[in-house]
Structures are given as C-alpha cells and as structure tokens.
C-alpha cells in the first residue's frame, strides 16, 4: 500500500531530522560555551539535551493522542458495541478516499462489516418470522383435525380428516426438510462432490418421478433431452430438477403442457423448464428467488416458498446461471446452465 510506504519513510525522516537537531543543538551550545569550565560546559549540554527532549517528548504525546490513541479508541469503542449486537456503528474516516491510512482502512472495513451485518440480522428476523408463520399453519391444521377426529363416528368423515392431516404433516415435513437443506448450503462450506453423469438419464428420472401428477392434471408433457455426459453434482442438481418440475406441474392448468428440454449451447448444458401456465407479473419476477416469497397466493397452500431460493442457492453453489421469462396468462420459462 503505497500510504503505508509514504508513512514508513516519513516516519524514518522524522527520526533522523529529531536525532540530528539535537545532535546539532548539542553543538551549537557546546560553540557558545566551550571557552567555560568543563563543568559549566557539560550542565549546559544536559540542560539543552534536556529541554529539546521534553519539548520534542510533549510534542509526541500530543501526536501520539491525536493520530494514534483517539482513532484507536474509536476503534474500540466501536468492536465493542458490535460485539454487544448494535451494528448501527458508523466510523468517520479522516482522510479522504486514496489518502486512507491504516486506522481509515480499519474504519472503512468495520464499517462494511456492521452494513453487512444489519443486512444479515433483518434477514435473520425475517426468516425467524416467515418461518413461525409457515410452521404455524399446518400444525393448526394438525391440531384442529386431531380434535375433529377424535369426536367424529362418521367413517367418511374421519377419512377425509385422516386424509387432511396426511396432507399438513407433509406439508410440515416439506418445509422443515427445506428449511434444513437451505441452512446446509448457506452456513456450511459444502465440499461438492462432481463426478460425471449423463444429464438426460437425470432429467428422465426427475420427470418419471411426477408422472402421477402428470396423469392427474392431464397435463401434456413434451421432452426434448440431448445425450449429454457433464460434470456436476447429479444430488444437488435433483433438488432443482425436482423443484422446477413441481412448480410447472403446479401452475398449469388441467389439459396444458410442460416442456422440459437439455442442450450444449455456448460451452453450457442448458436445461429448459417450461409450462403453459399462469405465469408471472414482473415485480413478482424481481422477488421469485427470495426465501417464503409467493406471487400467486392461489397456490400457497400448495408449497412454503423456499423451493426457488433452494434452486437459486444450489446453482449458486455449483457455478451456474439461472433466469427467469414469464408473460401472465402465458406461462413460464426457467433455464438453468451448468458449465
């Protein structure tokens, strides 16, 4: 760092320029009383040392103060608060940006810390009170129908409520698996393991798993899936084919279709998930990867939020790209593309 250069060297000239005045001084004053006794010459030599010692000692303290001890104790009342969890800290750096020494370098890191920090603990709050709410619901649902169960002799009746708390408690389960998979790749270094695998055989497998679903909606699926041979992590990849395929499923209507199709373009294996479906308006575009975000609350009841920001951090994990391209009433487009 060149500032840091600058300083070093200054700080030797200083040293030198105080050794030599004093030395300087010390001759100058042994010239006006050299003709004296050795007594006399000798006291004088003390007294100047002395005083240009003290004068230049007092003159440090008071550097030392300013340039050292005040931002130094800025710094540490400032790590102390964080540490105590106030990240609102805000540091004023001396210098102007390109002239930073080493305490405006410090102040100007802590300061991106604690911005990153306050990020962080929004979203911790957040995340705490979305997931409150979606665990919430269906273990109302579980308790109500408990309840319902145990006081009903009808048998039909009490097989549409067995059949309902099935339904919670995978939707229970669902979210919590999510909820732990999503902490997994975000709090963890995650060593992926890659090895080689054929992407079309890995997709075939993830759309035979929805077939009955498929069956059920009467949805038309069209496949188009090239012999591809590619390098990844075919585990971490299944928890976005299967999330991709279940939200096609999920927002077309009975009788639409589903595409999904494979390709080498580019240097990329690009994978194309699409749906003839209700596709997305565009602010819900802006927020379709954020956790417990859903734009169409007609199928909230149907998922937790977490499937896409699942995706979103995989791909992220694995080195891809994924976008999105929606038109309302028309249907939705992802592409995924793994290098």
Same mark, same amino acid.
């Given at each position: 760092?060149?500032?840091?250069?600058?300083? #070093?060297?200054?700080?030797?000239?200083?040293?030198?320029?105080?050794?030599?005045?004093?030395?300087?001084?010390?001759?100058?004053?042994?010239?006006?009383?050299?003709? #004296?006794?050795? #007594?006399?010459?000798?006291?004088?030599?003390?007294?100047?040392?002395?005083?240009?010692? +003290?004068?230049?000692?007092?003159?440090?303290?008071?550097?030392?103060?300013?340039?050292?001890?005040?931002?130094?104790?800025?710094?540490?009342?400032?790590?102390?608060?964080?540490?105590?969890?106030?990240?609102?800290?805000?540091?004023?750096?001396?210098?102007?940006?390109?002239?930073?020494?080493?305490?405006?370098?410090?102040?100007?890191?802590?300061?991106?810390?604690?911005?990153?920090?306050?990020?962080? $603990?929004?979203?911790?709050?957040?995340?705490?009170?979305?997931?409150?709410? $979606?665990?919430?619901?269906?273990?109302?649902?579980?308790?109500?129908?408990?309840? /319902? /169960?145990?006081?009903?002799?009808?048998?039909?009746? !009490?097989?549409?409520?067995?059949? $309902?708390?099935?339904?919670? &408690?995978? !939707? /229970?389960?669902?979210?919590?698996?999510?909820?732990?998979?999503?902490?997994?790749?975000?709090? #963890?270094?995650?060593?992926?393991?890659?090895? +080689?695998?054929?992407?079309?055989?890995?997709?075939?497998?993830?759309?035979? +798993?929805?077939?009955?679903?498929?069956?059920?909606?009467?949805?038309?699926?069209?496949?188009?899936?090239?012999?591809?041979?590619?390098?990844?992590?075919? &585990?971490?990849?299944?928890?976005?084919?299967?999330?991709?395929?279940?939200?096609?499923?999920? @927002?077309?209507?009975?009788?639409?279709?589903?595409?999904?199709?494979?390709?080498?373009?580019?240097?990329?294996?690009?994978?194309?998930?699409?749906?003839?479906?209700? *596709?997305?308006?565009?602010?819900?575009?802006?927020?379709?990867?954020?956790?417990?975000?859903?734009?169409?609350?007609?199928?909230?009841?149907?998922?937790?939020?977490?499937?896409?920001?699942?995706?979103?951090?995989?791909?992220?994990?694995? *080195?891809? $790209?994924?976008?999105?391209?929606?038109?309302?009433?028309?249907?939705?487009? @992802?592409?995924?593309?793994?290098?």
């Amino acid at each position: 760092m060149k500032t840091s250069k600058l300083k #070093q060297f200054l700080g030797y000239l200083l040293f030198f320029l105080t050794t030599a005045f004093i030395v300087t001084a010390s001759f100058i004053t042994y010239e006006i009383v050299k003709r #004296q006794s050795p #007594q006399i010459i000798s006291i004088a030599l003390i007294i100047t040392i002395f005083e240009i010692s +003290a004068v230049l000692t007092i003159a440090d303290v008071i550097r030392r103060k300013i340039m050292i001890e005040r931002p130094l104790k800025e710094i540490l009342d400032a790590t102390e608060k964080i540490a105590l969890g106030d990240f609102s800290v805000k540091l004023k750096v001396r210098h102007k940006y390109g002239s930073y020494d080493e305490y405006d370098l410090i102040k100007e890191y802590l300061n991106i810390m604690t911005a990153e920090l306050s990020k962080n $603990e929004v979203l911790k709050s957040d995340f705490i009170s979305n997931v409150s709410h $979606e665990i919430k619901t269906p273990v109302a649902v579980i308790k109500n129908y408990s309840v /319902l /169960l145990e006081k009903e002799n009808d048998p039909e009746k !009490r097989a549409q409520y067995r059949r $309902e708390l099935v339904h919670a &408690s995978n !939707r /229970l389960s669902s979210l919590v698996g999510n909820i732990l998979k999503l902490n997994k790749l975000e709090n #963890q270094e995650l060593l992926v393991e890659k090895k +080689a695998f054929r992407l079309d055989e890995a997709l075939t497998n993830a759309i035979l +798993a929805f077939e009955s679903e498929l069956d059920k909606k009467e949805i038309n699926l069209e496949c188009e899936l090239d012999e591809m041979t590619i390098v990844s992590s075919e &585990s971490h990849l299944e928890i976005v084919w299967n999330n991709l395929i279940s939200n096609a499923i999920k @927002f077309t209507e009975n009788g639409g279709t589903v595409r999904v199709r494979s390709r080498f373009e580019d240097g990329y294996a690009t994978v194309e998930v699409s749906d003839t479906g209700c *596709g997305i308006d565009a602010e819900t575009g802006k927020h379709i990867f954020d956790k417990f975000y859903q734009g169409d609350t007609s199928h909230s009841g149907e998922g937790n939020g977490l499937g896409l920001a699942l995706v979103k951090r995989v791909i992220d994990t694995l *080195g891809g $790209e994924i976008s999105v391209k929606s038109e309302v009433g028309k249907g939705t487009t @992802f592409t995924v593309r793994i290098k």
